[in-house]
């Protein structure tokens, strides 16, 4: 049985390990570079932090992570509403479409109202699977808000 729980120091290399798996996987950010010292960095400031607006849940099966998710609060820019949204969501590739996902959405969802969130606004910015993601979150009654836009700059 899928198991969703924060994150700790133990996990790290295997956060690193799926980050690598998702830079590899996803069609916008492949063609870049990948510096796992950056993600492990990242975790360990992520798990140190004590402000109660960031958490890394990860999901476990049999003892092997199969997902993670990491979440952040932030205050709206205009005013004092807080809102949380995901730096990054991935589950291995053979577990999708079992309960990892949905344990770790609903698990962050309870996180970020606990920490005073008033809506949550997840993103699809890899381009991996758009379509069958976004009907994911429509399931779990998310609504479509927005667009992402991107330039390469290199190029323009």
């Not at 049985?1 to 924060?6: C, E, G, H, I």
């Not at 996180?111 to 993601?133: C, F, K, N, Q, Y």
Request: proline letters at 4%.
């Amino acid at each position: 049985m899928v198991k969703v729980r924060f994150a700790t120091f133990t996990d790290i290399d295997r956060i690193v390990e799926m980050g690598t798996h998702l830079h590899a996987e996803s069609p916008h950010y492949r063609d870049r570079p990948f510096d796992p010292e950056k993600v492990r960095a990242l975790a360990h400031g992520l798990l140190r932090d004590e402000s109660g607006q960031t958490c890394v849940l990860v999901a476990e099966l049999n003892g092997k992570l199969v997902g993670m998710i990491v979440g952040m609060i932030v205050a709206d820019w205009f005013g004092s509403s807080l809102g949380a949204t995901d730096l990054t969501f991935y589950v291995d590739p053979a577990h999708r479409n079992g309960r990892a996902a949905v344990l770790l959405a609903r698990t962050m969802e309870a996180w970020a109202r606990d920490a005073g969130a008033e809506r949550i606004t997840p993103g699809i910015s890899t381009e991996l699977r758009v379509e069958s993601t976004a009907s994911f979150y429509e399931k779990l009654g998310y609504e479509p808000y927005g667009k992402l836009f991107c330039k390469d700059l290199k190029w323009a």
